[in-house]
């Protein structure tokens, strides 16, 4: 989606927090931003949602920025298995239109 | 539960070809959405089914088609294959009662190589 920008590569210590940014500028009131993550040779898997407000799960965080236009998911303590392409995805009806994904490494 | 299943993983098909990939949604799922996944265009939302209808569709020639059957199994099918084609196709199912923010589940893709 060329309206959802993302950071091609992002690196990461083991067990530090990891923010990965996503610009979604032309969004819409009610379109959801969801954040999934896929591994190599593996389906997108879902990590978190959100529409307005914040959110946590077991997962990660997620923070929306006040306007909507961007928003941060927040990883609290990176782990090797953590190391996939995270994807920053607008849910525009029924349709998921993904930005271009985040590549993160984590380092020993 | 089981998770969303997609046959075959891989396929090689030759210019001109057809193919048909099969994927089948987690239990009690109603939606079916297929996507294609290639390194230049990234992921891209190629149709979604509910209930044995095409609910939305996305910007793909009319040689990209599907269907869904009452058991919500779902196929695409791809006539007459070109080199651009090759890609991962991956199906993800949800509920499907149409909720805004519904979660998807993927399979782990079917892998498509045109020669």
């Known amino acids: 989606d060329a309206k959802t920008t993302q950071p091609n590569s992002m690196e990461s210590n083991e067990e530090e927090p990891v923010h990965l940014p996503c610009n979604h500028s032309t969004i819409s009131g009610t379109d959801y931003i969801h954040w999934y993550r896929q591994l190599p040779s593996q389906g997108p898997e879902y990590v978190i949602h959100?529409?307005?407000s914040n959110v946590n799960n077991r997962m990660a965080s997620l923070a929306i920025a006040e306007d909507r236009k961007s928003s941060t998911l927040i990883l609290h303590r990176a782990t090797l298995r953590d190391a996939a392409v995270y994807y920053c995805?607008?849910?525009?009806?029924?349709?998921?239109?993904f930005g271009p994904g985040t590549r993160l490494s984590v380092l020993p | 539960k089981a998770g969303v299943t997609q046959t075959p993983r891989y396929l090689i098909k030759t210019r001109g070809q057809q193919v048909t990939l099969s994927c089948s949604p987690i239990s009690g799922h109603r939606s079916v959405s297929w996507y294609q996944q290639t390194p230049g265009q990234g992921l891209q939302f190629l149709f979604e089914?509910?209930?044995?209808?095409?609910?939305n569709k996305g910007n793909f020639p009319g040689r990209f088609s599907g269907r869904q059957f009452s058991n919500s199994r779902s196929e695409m099918n791809v006539s007459t294959l070109e080199l651009g084609d090759s890609a991962l196709y991956l199906c993800a199912s949800s509920g499907g009662a149409g909720a805004k923010g519904e979660t998807q589940y993927f399979g782990p893709g079917t892998r498509l190589l045109v020669l």
């Open positions: 959100g529409l307005t």
């Open positions: 089914y509910f209930s044995e209808t095409q609910r």
């Open positions: 995805i607008r849910n525009y009806g029924q349709n998921f239109v």
